[in-house]
């Protein structure tokens, strides 16, 4: 049992650190992105369609590539922006770089939820592009916007596993090199037990927050 | 206050294009509650929407307090919507604020100190009643609520004119009385000039001074509410009067006259002189008294057989008499 907590535990403090590294700069990207998605169209408040155009067409070519081989894609990429290639942190950059358009489109698809009607209204009060933004559109859709980090993480979560390729380490490579390599079921188990009960953490205390701030 | 001049909207989608308005032109006085009516498609919010540019013109002018709306740029456009104020048949409140900080939402734009938000803020709630509500969201509103949320967030930024795109069609008839009396409150109370889009004649009644009737996005009739109505002059606006009394139409035989009776006329016996002084029978067939900004007005459709010279006649002595003849048929 000891021996088991002693491999598991350098491995989940591994994947926390890719997740919530790669999970902190997405947001910081993918919010921005998603938003200027919407606000860009034709029809919305700062229209821009050849930049929609780009990002849009940016966005879905990297969202059809497998993350495996972003991943393979992306090392010299990689290289040149944390100056190695393998090891945990090598394995955020492309977590970053798969998840970004990921949430972009999640928060794309959330804030246009927001009634056009109540747009129309801040409009009329003479709010400006960004006080529209800031104050009415993300506040009016942050439970949905909760929603889609919570899924966002968790899919975060479900790429780490795949980090051990470029050295990543963290529960998915404990998984592999323990349970498929040297045939030890019970690290298998373990890994398996752990990464469920994540998701689901994850998962129930997005729910509970999306739940407390909706006010609909 | 409100100058409209040779507006025209036309939407253009790809190779199609729709006129909303043609060649508008209209002027709305200060105080004035300026009622604007059309049936549906006739271009009432086109034509709303144009005045705080929520829709671009596509040509014309609208002056409000001699500056000229069409004209602005952006950052001058946002300043001057904080002097046009709008209301919504859908409220369009911010489902994730309180009813507080509705209220406060143009204040904050303009980043108002927190003291003089709380003070202005409850004011408003104590004006439109809705004091208890001050914490609650509009999700726990009812309709009638949260359009007295609309209206005070509306008035924050102490506005000089209220467009209100039928404000009161999604509430029910004695709702819709409550809202009307509260933005006739308003108007008397703040001076505020009010433009009131609606399709139900029932809310140019209640509150306009002055009306304006849209068809086809042309305006077909325009002038103070109680002449519009005692004297109808187009046919659209005799059918959106007249929406209620549709005689059966074996009644539209001979001569059939709607005579108004205003303030001047009630009290005298009109009806026993025509038939005295012209020898005439008069067939009643319908009466009803209307209430025209609570002011009465009596109207009576009735039926007579002359000629074209007799009937002239009688239109003439009944309008020296202060009654007012709206020929249905003849
Ligand atoms: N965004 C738009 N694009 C294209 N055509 C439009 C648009 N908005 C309105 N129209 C057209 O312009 C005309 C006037 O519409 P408008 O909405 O101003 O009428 P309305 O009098 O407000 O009608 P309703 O009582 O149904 O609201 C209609 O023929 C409508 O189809
Ligand atoms: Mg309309």
Redesign the pocket.
């Given at each position: 049992m000891s021996h088991l907590i002693e491999l598991l535990y350098p491995s989940m403090l591994e994947t926390l650190y890719m997740v919530f590294v790669s999970v902190f700069f997405t947001i910081l990207l993918g919010l921005p992105l998603g938003i200027i998605l919407v606000i860009t169209d034709k029809n919305h408040i700062v229209p821009i369609p050849w930049l929609n155009n780009i990002l849009s067409y940016i966005i879905n070519i990297t969202r059809s590539l497998p993350f495996l081989i972003l991943m393979i894609f992306i090392i010299p990429f990689t290289r040149l922006i944390v100056g190695t290639t393998i090891g945990t942190t090598a394995a955020i950059i492309p977590l970053i770089i798969a998840a970004t358009p990921f949430f972009a489109r999640v928060v794309e698809t959330s804030i246009k939820e927001v009634d056009w009607g109540v747009v129309e209204a801040s409009i009329s009060m003479g709010a400006t592009p960004i006080q529209i933004i800031l104050k009415v559109l993300i506040p009016e859709v942050l439970p949905s916007l909760v929603l889609g980090i919570t899924i966002t993480i968790i899919n975060i979560l479900g790429y780490s596993a795949m980090a051990g390729v470029v050295g990543g380490g963290g529960l998915g490579d404990l998984a592999i090199r323990y349970g498929y390599h040297r045939f030890q079921k019970d690290v298998m188990i373990a890994t398996v037990i752990l990464l469920v009960i994540l998701v689901q953490l994850i998962q129930s205390t997005g729910n509970k927050i999306a739940q407390i701030i909706n006010k609909k | 206050m409100i100058e409209i001049k040779n507006l025209s909207?036309i939407?253009?989608?790809s190779n199609h294009k729709?006129?909303?308005?043609k060649n508008i032109n209209l002027s709305i006085a200060k105080g004035d509650i300026y009622g604007i009516i059309?049936?549906?498609?006739?271009?009432?919010?086109?034509?709303?929407?144009c005045i705080n540019r929520l829709?671009e013109p596509t040509d014309g002018d609208i002056w409000i307090n001699g500056v000229n709306i069409v004209k602005l740029e952006n950052k001058e456009l946002r300043t001057a919507r904080k002097n046009i104020s709008m209301i919504f048949q859908n409220f369009n409140l911010f489902s994730s604020k309180t009813v507080f900080e509705n209220i406060a939402f143009p204040l904050r734009l303009i980043k108002t100190p927190n003291s003089i938000i709380k003070e202005k803020v409850n004011e408003l709630l104590k004006l439109v009643e809705l004091t208890d509500k001050a914490n609650v969201y509009p999700a726990q509103l009812s309709g009638g609520q949260k359009q007295r949320v609309g209206i005070a967030r509306s008035l924050a930024s102490d506005p000089d004119v209220l467009l209100c795109?039928?404000a009161t069609s999604a509430l029910d008839p004695k709702t819709t009385k409550q809202i009307l009396s509260l933005l006739k409150n308003i108007n008397e109370k703040l001076g505020l000039t009010i433009v009131i889009?609606t399709?139900e004649m029932e809310v140019i009644k209640e509150i306009c001074n002055r009306v304006a009737i849209?068809e086809d996005?042309c305006i077909v009739e325009e002038g103070p509410t109680l002449d519009v109505f005692t004297s109808p002059e187009s046919y659209v606006t005799r059918n959106l009067i007249n929406q209620d009394q549709l005689l059966p139409n074996e009644y539209l035989k001979g001569k059939v006259l709607t005579l108004s009776f205003t303030e001047k006329s009630v009290g005298e016996p009109i009806i026993s002189r025509i038939v005295k002084k012209f020898n005439v029978e008069i067939n009643i067939l319908y009466g009803k008294i209307e209430y025209i900004q609570h002011k009465p007005i009596g109207k009576l459709t009735v039926q007579i057989n002359v000629n074209d010279d007799v009937l002239k006649n009688i239109i003439l002595f009944s309008e020296k008499n202060h009654v007012q003849v709206e020929v249905l048929n003849q």
């Open positions: - | 909207k939407y253009s989608k729709v006129v909303a308005l059309g049936l549906s498609g006739a271009g009432k919010s086109s034509l709303i929407r829709e795109d039928e889009i399709h849209l996005g």
